[in-house]
């Protein structure tokens, strides 16, 4: 019986390099000079701080577009509110998000249910969805299905099997 599973991942290294990018960016060009401007990349964070809450959303501007260029899908990327820091500067906590959270797998199976082909079947595994049939083409027509509708994560599909 064909499968194949969804998931929702994203390349840390990837990641990584953009911020590595970003943060030599800034440190380089004449408009974020003497502002303080910092990116930082912890286990699956990134935390921006600049000196004006304009200075941040450029900030964050540079580094999206890092990310981009990357192929890092800005759908996993969470941000967090923008916080006053010490002396006027702001803060911002980017969260990193990989993997199909509980509500976004039963959304995305009542979607395959929905609108997919009889005889296609869903199931949760963990952070994934295991999709499986009886015929290659009805899969096929769910992938179609899940790539242009928009659940907030970026999908991938992988281990398709006859």
């Known amino acids: 019986m064909p499968t194949f599973d969804v998931v929702s991942e994203v390349d840390m290294q990837e990641v990584k390099n953009a911020v590595d990018q970003a943060s030599r960016e800034v440190s380089t060009r004449f408009d974020f000079k003497d502002t303080g401007s910092s990116i930082e990349l912890s286990s699956d964070e990134i935390k921006l701080v600049s000196s004006t809450e304009d200075r941040l959303r450029a900030l964050t501007t540079v580094l999206e577009e890092k990310l981009v260029k990357r192929k890092v899908s800005l759908k996993s990327l969470e941000r967090g509110k923008i916080e ?25 199976s009542k979607t395959i249910r929905e609108s997919g082909p009889k005889g296609v079947a869903a199931q949760i595994q963990g952070e994934q969805l295991r999709v499986s049939s009886k015929k290659r083409d009805d899969l096929q027509q769910v992938i ?19």
């Open 84 to 108: 006053e820091g010490s002396k006027g500067s702001a803060r911002q906590s980017i969260k990193v998000v990989a993997g199909i959270d509980q509500e976004h797998a039963k959304a995305i």
């Open 144 to 162: 179609e299905t899940l790539r242009s509708t928009d659940f907030g994560i970026p999908l991938q599909f992988i281990n398709f099997r006859d």
